[in-house]
Structure formats: C-alpha cells, structure tokens
C-alpha cells in the first residue's frame, strides 16, 4: 500500500459523493512526507467540528494542569453550582475528559442561547449512567470544560488556546518540500480566510438550515455559543493540524525545546486509555482500536480524534507518524459510516508510509 492508493482512496470517494473536497497531510515529528488537496487548494480550511476537543479543549486543560490550576481528580461540583445530586457529586475532570460522566451527548431539546442557559441545562440534566461505569461520548461535558478552562484560566477559551499556539517554534510551519506556510489553527476566522472555507452545510434541526455555511461553524451548539465550545468550533487547514500534530510528536519524543504544556510525561498521561470498563477513550483523546476509524495498521499506542464534519487526526508515536484528512462530508455529501469506511482505508493505504 502507498500514498496514491490512499490518494485513490479520497479521489473515489469525491467521485461517490462522500464529501466534496477534501485535504491531507501525513507527516514525521521532522517533516511533512505528502500535502495535496483534492477539489479545492491546501490554503483551505475545513470546520474541524470535534477535533476541537481533543486539539484545543484538551490542549487548554493540559496548560491548566501543568499550571496547577485545575487537578484531573477536582469534582465538578467545586467549579459549578448547580452541579449537585447524589449521583453526580463525585463526577471529576478527568470524568469529562474520558466521556465517563455519565452526562448524555446532547440535550433533548433545541439549544439555548448562550452560556448560563447551556450551564444550567447542562447541570442539572439528569445523568443517563453511574459515572465510570461506561463511557458514553458526550459534547456536553466538553461544552462544561470550555467553561470550566475559561472561568480557570482568566480569558475566553479562544484566547487560552491562542496563547499556546503563538508559542508553536517557526520550523512547525515547514511545509512538504520545505515551504513555508502560515498556521490556520484557531477558533474563526479573519474575514479573507472565511471566504476560503471549506462549505458545510446545517442539519435539519438547525435554524439556519436553507443556506450553505462559509466559515461559520456548523454545530449549532457551537453557533448558539458565538463559534467558540469546547467541543467543537476550531478551523483549521491541513497543514494547520499538521502542525499541532508535529509539535505533539517532538514533545513524546523528548524534545526540550516544545513549549509549555507539551512535556513527554503530561502528554503521555492524557494519551493512555482509560481505565472505564469497555473504554477506547484516553483525557480527551481516542486511541486505537482495529474496528475504529484509523484502520489496522497502526500501533497499540496511536491516538487520535474524528469530526461531524468529516475530519480527522491519528497520530501514531510508535511509527513516527501523523495523519490529517479534512473533508466538508456535510456538505450534502455521504453517512458517518461513509466516511468511516473511508478513513479506514485511508489510514490503511499509508500503513507502510
């Protein structure tokens, strides 16, 4: 297998109508062995949808920890008032960030409008399941962390996130064949950028359904928070994530010269598999499974996250490897089990690269 069966892996799926466009990039913790975009140009960015979790929210939570303002095993209950009741006072961090809080994905109803009612509602909902009994995957207990990192941290969630990011060393812009390229990684976009945007296109429960999304966020959760959560709201282009996904493979590598908080010892911490029975979950990450979206041919230690979107990240520090595939998958285009069939082979034509 090599880099054009897994290049004839997207080409058929655009064909089939899957997704639209699409771009990737597949790199070492030293440079970028193969860029190309399909459909459109790899100065596009993609909404990541929930790659925001595990690339921002996580991140932030890592600063915080390393920072010592928030510990993995503080209840919930001491950041939020109105987390209380029997069967949840002893739900911690480190419960939401494995999806072991027992909290359910989403809310029954249409979302509120902004952040007191989604806390409140968030809260008090009644828990679907006895903490770390199981580990159900939750956008409400992400949108609880971007909460909880913001009120800890002392400034919006984006602004938590960029602060990390403007210390990223200028090699991680490199680019396949040593080109430079500006890193797009963060919460909106400037208003040229937001032209470029991969589209997406809003569900049926959505209120802005009827019109086409050009960097705008596509979940509504998000939207109804003004494009910043914690569980979905980053764009990125490929080269962006591919960035992020170098600078976490030199800091498991050892590298001193990683900014704060990629140390070897927190990162491998937030990339071990929980221990909730059943779980492939690890603190905000997912990691490998061979029935999951990476495929077969990856290490026991690969972690990495997907996106609504039809986006995704594995990282493979065994191999030395990373994987980023965006693609706009909403945008009219196939299933999650489409796009799941896909990625799989994707990941599994690189198995050698």
């Not at 990683?258 to 990339?271: E, W």
């Not at 779980?279 to 990495?304: N, Q, V």
Request: aromatic share 8%.
């Amino acid at each position: 297998m090599s880099v054009d069966d897994a290049r004839r892996t997207v080409e058929d799926a655009r064909t089939a109508g899957v997704f639209p466009v699409a771009s990737v990039e597949v790199g070492s913790s030293a440079e970028v062995l193969w860029s190309e975009a399909f459909g459109t140009s790899l100065d596009t960015p993609f909404d990541l949808a929930s790659l925001t979790k595990a690339v921002a929210t996580t991140t932030v939570m890592m600063e915080l920890i390393a920072a010592g303002a928030v510990q993995l095993e503080d209840r919930v209950a001491t950041f939020f008032d109105e987390w209380r009741g029997a069967d949840r006072d002893d739900v911690t961090v480190r419960d939401l960030l494995e999806h072991a809080s027992g909290l359910p994905a989403r809310l029954v109803d249409a979302p509120p409008s902004g952040r007191r009612e989604f806390e409140h509602d968030i809260c008090t909902i009644a828990l679907e399941y006895a903490p770390r009994t199981r580990s159900v995957y939750s956008d409400l207990g992400f949108i609880l962390l971007g909460f909880l990192a913001a009120d800890r941290g002392g400034a919006p969630l984006a602004v938590l996130f960029d602060r990390v990011m403007v210390r990223l060393p200028p090699s991680l812009s490199d680019g396949f064949g040593g080109t430079r390229r500006p890193v797009v990684l963060g919460f909106g976009l400037p208003a040229a950028l937001r032209r470029l945007a991969a589209p997406t296109r809003p569900m049926a429960e959505d209120n802005r359904r009827g019109r086409d999304l050009v960097g705008e966020v596509h979940d509504n959760y998000a939207a109804a928070l003004g494009g910043v959560a914690g569980h979905a709201g980053l764009f990125a282009t490929a080269s962006g994530v591919g960035a992020f996904a170098r600078l976490v493979l030199r800091a498991l590598r050892g590298d001193v010269d990683v900014p704060s908080p990629f140390s070897r010892d927190l990162l491998r911490q937030f990339v071990t598999r929980s221990t909730v029975p059943g779980s492939s979950r690890a603190l905000g990450w997912d990691t490998m499974l061979t029935t999951s979206s990476c495929g077969t041919k990856m290490s026991a230690s690969a972690f990495g996250h997907v996106g609504f979107t039809g986006t995704s990240l594995w990282i493979d520090p065994v191999r030395d490897r990373y994987f980023v595939l965006l693609t706009n998958r909403v945008l009219g285009g196939g299933t999650l089990d489409e796009m799941r069939t896909v990625r799989r082979a994707f990941h599994d034509a690189l198995g050698d690269v």
